[in-house]
């Protein structure tokens, strides 16, 4: 069975695909439940305190808006049919998000080597070992 991080993909190389969904429709995005913070010890330690009550349901998301009466319901749905569509799991050899967030976050971290079209769908292994190794062993 296939490994999905949901949080990890949510949000992203330092949080910037939550953001970037945040920034175009105006949505808070919040993630909650068991599995919402990243150091399980910790999560441990805060279940059960004021305002960590969350902790104790199923990992979801929490969508928060302020905005227009006549916009906000739009701009909910919006929010809401990015996450389901970028949240849906996809075979690894099909994810190009996933390959986009890996190589957003190689440019950051600069790493990124450039061999060939960075977003080339069809890549021979022949023609490219090194990225298909490296592309295998992520994750």
Same mark, same amino acid.
């Not at 440019?107 to 022949?126: A, I």
């Given at each position: 069975?296939? +490994?999905?991080?949901? #949080?990890?993909? &949510?949000?992203?190389? =330092?949080?910037?695909?939550?953001?970037? #969904?945040?920034?175009?429709?105006d949505?808070?995005?919040?993630?909650?439940?068991?599995?919402?913070?990243?150091?399980?010890?910790?999560?441990e330690i805060?279940?059960? %305190?004021?305002?960590?009550?969350?902790?104790?349901?199923?990992?979801?998301?929490l969508l928060?808006?302020? &905005?227009? !009466?006549?916009?906000?319901?739009? =701009? &909910?749905?919006?929010? /809401?049919? !990015?996450?389901?569509?970028? @949240?849906?799991? !996809?075979?690894e050899?099909?994810?190009?998000?996933k390959?986009? +967030?890996l =190589?957003e976050?190689?440019?950051?971290?600069?790493? @990124? /080597?450039?061999?060939g079209?960075?977003?080339?769908?069809? #890549?021979?292994?022949? +023609?490219n070992?090194?990225?298909? %190794? =490296?592309? %295998?062993?992520?994750?």
């Amino acid at each position: 069975m296939m +490994q999905f991080n949901f #949080v990890g993909r &949510l949000l992203g190389p =330092r949080g910037n695909s939550l953001k970037r #969904v945040e920034a175009s429709t105006d949505c808070r995005i919040l993630i909650r439940g068991c599995g919402s913070i990243k150091d399980p010890t910790k999560e441990e330690i805060m279940r059960g %305190k004021p305002g960590y009550e969350h902790l104790n349901e199923p990992l979801h998301i929490l969508l928060e808006a302020e &905005l227009p !009466v006549e916009i906000i319901d739009a =701009r &909910l749905i919006q929010a /809401r049919d !990015v996450l389901l569509d970028l @949240l849906t799991p !996809v075979d690894e050899s099909q994810d190009f998000y996933k390959k986009q +967030q890996l =190589r957003e976050l190689a440019m950051l971290n600069g790493t @990124l /080597r450039e061999e060939g079209s960075p977003m080339s769908g069809s #890549v021979s292994p022949y +023609q490219n070992s090194l990225g298909m %190794k =490296r592309a %295998k062993t992520r994750g």
